[in-house]
């Protein structure tokens, strides 16, 4: 079975779907892997390194595509790049299916199966898996360096013989694997952190690592799936913001991470309340692709509002790209090794996880989100 590895060609992507150590490993499997020339090269991995490992690199992109068995990739395929796989290959990648109705025409018309790395269910036995949790682990912690990077002042309290500096305020929405990572981050780098969540359970984490925890009584109208909120009403978030408001004008740095799958970000940050905030302030909006919680956050802008810094990095992860690529490597060498041997896919259609990340099949659409 041949495993192709394109180039990524998303907008500021420096990440890779196999790393080197990864390749060599699928190659002792017995399969096949041909590397795109230069696929790695924004992660710090050579062609050479592959070649090391026992991968073949091709400098023609369409040939990567055409001879494939399987690509594995951290982006879906554009649609022109789908056109090109033969009939009955197999993707893995991100694809983000429900908000991407033509990604998944492409997939019915070139007649591939295809899995979705954001569709693995969080169940216990498919953690190692779980690309969302170890690419949002990586974005947590670089959000808030990226946030000290850019205000005008230190985060711990620090006594000199001039005086002493007071420790900077963070307020964090969202206590998922991002917000924790965030809540860990600006704790070890001496700052007060408050957080926002409107589960009442992640209270225990948030104390944990140190966090105050700005609680917000919950109503009926939380809806939940697979981990995250899915849905939440108009009534409950206005009673969040009220909140949370004060909290905010009184914070040095802001940093959002809430989602909802398959859905547009809900808005936490209002305009009055990025007018509340202390001149200097920054504001980084982890949920920019999706939308954003922040009113007025720009996709891969940082911009000035009233004195408030807005952070709009679309794909923190890829700043981190060594880490982030290894990790999903591992994710996504653990996924193709559950569904496939060298000898081809197991095709179980109704185990929990082929079930819960294969899109397509054969051309045909079959998650519920899609079909």
Same mark, same amino acid.
């Given at each position: 079975? %041949?495993?192709?590895?394109?180039?990524?060609?998303?907008?500021?992507? @420096?990440?890779?779907?196999?790393?080197?150590?990864?390749?060599?490993?699928?190659?002792? &499997?017995?399969?096949?892997?041909?590397?795109?020339?230069?696929?790695? +090269?924004?992660?710090?991995?050579?062609?050479?390194?592959?070649? @090391?490992?026992?991968?073949?690199?091709?400098?023609?992109?369409?040939?990567?595509?055409?001879?494939?068995?399987?690509?594995?990739?951290?982006?879906? =395929? #554009?649609?022109?790049?789908?056109?090109?796989?033969?009939?009955?290959?197999?993707?893995?990648? !991100?694809?983000?299916?429900?908000?991407?109705?033509?990604?998944?025409?492409?997939?019915?018309?070139?007649?591939?199966?295809? !899995?979705?790395?954001?569709?693995?269910?969080? $169940?216990?036995?498919?953690?190692?898996?779980?690309?969302?949790?170890?690419?949002?682990?990586?974005?947590?912690?670089?959000?808030?360096?990226?946030?000290?990077?850019? $205000?005008?002042?230190?985060?711990?309290?620090?006594?000199?013989?001039?005086?002493? $500096?007071?420790?900077?305020?963070?307020?964090? !929405?969202?206590?998922?694997?991002?917000?924790?990572?965030?809540?860990? #981050?600006?704790?070890?780098?001496?700052? %007060?952190?408050?957080?926002?969540?409107?589960?009442?359970?992640?209270?225990?984490?948030?104390?944990?690592?140190?966090? &105050?925890?700005?609680?917000?009584?919950?109503?009926?109208?939380?809806?939940?799936?697979?981990?995250?909120?899915?849905?939440?009403?108009?009534?409950?978030?206005?009673?969040?913001?009220?909140?949370?408001?004060?909290?905010?004008?009184?914070?040095?740095?802001?940093?959002?991470?809430?989602?909802?799958?398959?859905?547009?970000? =809900?808005?936490?940050?209002?305009?009055?309340?990025?007018?509340?905030?202390? !001149?200097?302030?920054?504001?980084?909006?982890?949920?920019?692709?999706?939308?954003?919680?922040?009113?007025?956050?720009?996709?891969?802008?940082?911009?000035?509002? @009233?004195?408030?810094?807005?952070?709009?990095?679309?794909?923190?992860?890829?700043? +981190?790209?060594?880490?982030?690529?290894?990790?999903?490597?591992? @994710?996504?060498?653990?996924?193709?090794?559950?569904?496939?041997?060298?000898?081809?896919?197991?095709?179980?259609?109704?185990?929990?996880?082929?079930?819960?990340?294969? $899109?397509?099949?054969?051309?045909? &659409?079959?998650?519920?989100?899609?079909?």
């Amino acid at each position: 079975m %041949i495993i192709a590895v394109p180039k990524e060609t998303k907008f500021k992507e @420096n990440r890779v779907a196999v790393v080197p150590a990864v390749a060599k490993d699928l190659v002792a &499997k017995g399969f096949t892997v041909q590397i795109e020339a230069g696929a790695g +090269l924004n992660s710090f991995f050579s062609d050479e390194d592959y070649i @090391n490992a026992g991968a073949a690199v091709i400098a023609d992109k369409n040939a990567v595509y055409a001879q494939a068995d399987v690509v594995l990739k951290v982006n879906a =395929p #554009t649609p022109d790049e789908i056109a090109l796989m033969k009939k009955g290959a197999v993707l893995l990648s !991100f694809m983000w299916a429900a908000t991407n109705p033509e990604l998944v025409s492409a997939c019915e018309k070139a007649g591939i199966s295809a !899995f979705s790395m954001d569709a693995v269910p969080r $169940i216990s036995r498919a953690q190692k898996m779980d690309a969302l949790s170890s690419q949002a682990n990586l974005a947590g912690y670089k959000a808030v360096l990226m946030c000290a990077n850019q $205000i005008g002042k230190i985060l711990p309290m620090m006594t000199t013989a001039a005086g002493t $500096i007071k420790p900077s305020k963070v307020v964090i !929405f969202g206590a998922g694997v991002a917000g924790l990572q965030a809540i860990a #981050t600006a704790k070890r780098l001496g700052a %007060i952190v408050e957080v926002s969540d409107i589960r009442p359970e992640t209270k225990e984490q948030v104390m944990s690592l140190g966090g &105050k925890f700005i609680e917000v009584k919950g109503d009926d109208t939380i809806k939940m799936e697979g981990g995250y909120v899915k849905g939440v009403s108009e009534e409950f978030l206005k009673k969040q913001q009220e909140l949370v408001g004060k909290h905010v004008a009184e914070a040095d740095i802001v940093i959002t991470t809430a989602l909802i799958p398959g859905r547009k970000a =809900p808005v936490l940050v209002t305009e009055e309340m990025v007018k509340s905030m202390k !001149f200097g302030s920054v504001i980084l909006d982890m949920a920019v692709e999706q939308g954003g919680n922040v009113v007025g956050s720009k996709l891969h802008e940082t911009i000035v509002v @009233n004195g408030v810094t807005i952070i709009g990095e679309g794909n923190i992860p890829s700043l +981190l790209p060594m880490n982030a690529s290894d990790l999903y490597a591992k @994710n996504i060498q653990t996924l193709l090794y559950h569904l496939a041997s060298k000898d081809g896919f197991k095709w179980e259609m109704e185990e929990e996880i082929t079930k819960g990340s294969l $899109i397509v099949h054969n051309g045909q &659409k079959v998650h519920p989100s899609v079909a």
